[in-house]
């Protein structure tokens, strides 16, 4: 585990951090750069955002509450949300799915209605892989829409997800050439950084630099900081462990079968990982 305390620049995978650089009014021009980087041309550029309550709970009051990282509207109508997801759920993509509803609702209006709707924009920032390899190893970036299968064409452009699989993105800091490539430089490495890479010296990065360095804190934002990172370095952990706890698992029970098909323990030793002892007490 890394040593918090060595960190010149806050995590953004922290809910702390993802809030500090994108969730505030005073940071919205991060959030507007970054935003219109992964669109790359793909919708109608930003220029100002204004926040909303991330906090829905729906029509009535036995619906579930749904609670965004960051959820905002621009001039022409549009709605995001804007989320960090540090781990895969089993129901990931239909978590998805069903928050995008709320934005869809909300533009209703009371009375009479011709159902004409604005742009809804999912964004998903996914500390982890879609599972079985769904994308190639040097896909990471993801726009979804509501397609007709027989013959490719869009059904339905007002509703977008994005989906940003973080750990692919390995480029370095040589090879950023994009505006995209270097929020997911930024993404993916400032806590690990110990100065401003020279391919970041875009002005929007001067302001984020500033409002990522924690010694530039109060003492109540570092505490703060401090809380929701350790919060992260355990829920991290947890995740670690549960997934070692399956792979042991899967050894033992793979062992298992080797040895009532009468294979030699020093192969099944081989093949599986576990030490001769653990083979020999199966």
């Known amino acids: 585990m890394a040593d918090e305390r060595k960190e010149k620049y806050i995590n953004p995978y922290t ?4 809030k500090k650089l994108f969730g505030t009014e005073m940071n919205k021009d991060l959030l507007i750069s970054f935003l219109n980087a ?3 041309g ?14 829905n709970l729906g029509d009535g009051y036995s619906d579930r509450r749904s609670v965004f990282d960051v959820y905002c509207s621009a001039k022409d109508g549009s709605r995001f949300i804007v989320e960090m997801q540090k781990a895969e759920q089993t129901y990931f993509k239909d978590r998805s799915v069903y928050y995008a509803t709320t934005p869809i609702r909300q533009q209703a209006p009371k009375g009479k ?3 004409h709707l604005e742009n809804v924009y999912t964004v998903g920032i996914l500390n982890f892989e879609f599972p079985n390899s769904e994308y190639p190893a040097d896909s990471y970036r993801h726009e979804i829409k509501l397609k007709d299968v027989e013959d490719n064409h869009v059904f339905y452009d007002k509703l977008t997800f994005y989906y940003l699989e973080m750990p692919k993105f390995n480029k370095t800091e040589d090879e950023l050439v994009t505006m995209f490539d270097k929020w997911m430089f930024i993404l993916r490495n400032l806590s690990r950084l110990l100065d401003r890479p020279k391919a970041l010296q875009d002005r929007v990065f001067d302001k984020l630099f500033k409002q990522a360095e924690i010694s530039k804190y109060s003492d109540a934002e570092r505490r ?12 991290t952990s947890t995740l670690e462990t549960a997934e070692k706890k ?3 698992k899967g050894q033992i029970a793979t062992a298992r079968k080797m040895k009532v098909d009468g294979m030699a323990v020093e192969l099944i ?14």
């Open 15 to 18: 809910d702390f951090g993802f």
């Open 38 to 40: 992964l669109f790359n």
């Open 42 to 55: 793909t919708a109608k550029e930003i220029e100002d955002v204004q926040y909303l309550n991330g906090e």
């Open 113 to 115: 209605w011709d159902y």
């Open 224 to 235: 703060q900081y401090e809380t929701s990172l350790k919060e992260y370095w355990d829920y």
């Open 246 to 248: 399956g792979e042991k």
């Open 269 to 282: 030793v081989k093949y599986t990982g576990l030490t001769t002892e653990e083979v020999e007490s199966l």
